[in-house]
């Protein structure tokens, strides 16, 4: 039987994860779109992999992957990712937030489906 502090690791992944994807977008949304030539593309990319705040996300993403590990040494994972899904909250409102992305009413509608299936799903 998990215990309260082994929900920490979904916890944790929770926000890696969703660090991750809303300072890649602020970060890279600085650099422009990725160009067209290979050459450019290859010089583009390599910028981008020497920005800390991005440097940061993909940090980030490697933790999220490390609390995952965790959490699946706690919990069934039928039983754990039900609750990844509620990055779609979190991410809808920071991108509200702090890119300014229109949170729409379907948008907001979607993630509520999502949080009431998360709820099911985690209770099954």
Not at 13 to 25: A, D, E, P, S
Request: glycine share 8%; proline share 6%; aromatic share 14%.
């Amino acid at each position: 039987m998990p215990r309260i502090m082994d929900y920490l690791f979904i916890v944790a992944t929770i926000v890696f994860t969703v660090y991750g994807q809303i300072i890649l977008k602020i970060r890279i949304g600085k650099f422009g779109s990725l160009p067209a030539g290979f050459l450019d593309r290859a010089a583009f990319l390599l910028t981008l992999f020497t920005d800390p705040f991005i440097l940061s996300g993909l940090a980030a993403a490697f933790l999220a992957s490390l609390t995952w590990m965790a959490a699946m040494t706690k919990f069934p994972i039928s039983h754990a990712y039900p609750f990844m899904s509620l990055s779609f909250v979190f991410v809808l409102l920071l991108s509200g937030l702090l890119l300014r992305e229109p949170v729409s009413f379907p948008k907001v509608l979607g993630v509520v489906l999502i949080v009431l299936g998360t709820a099911v799903a985690a209770r099954g």
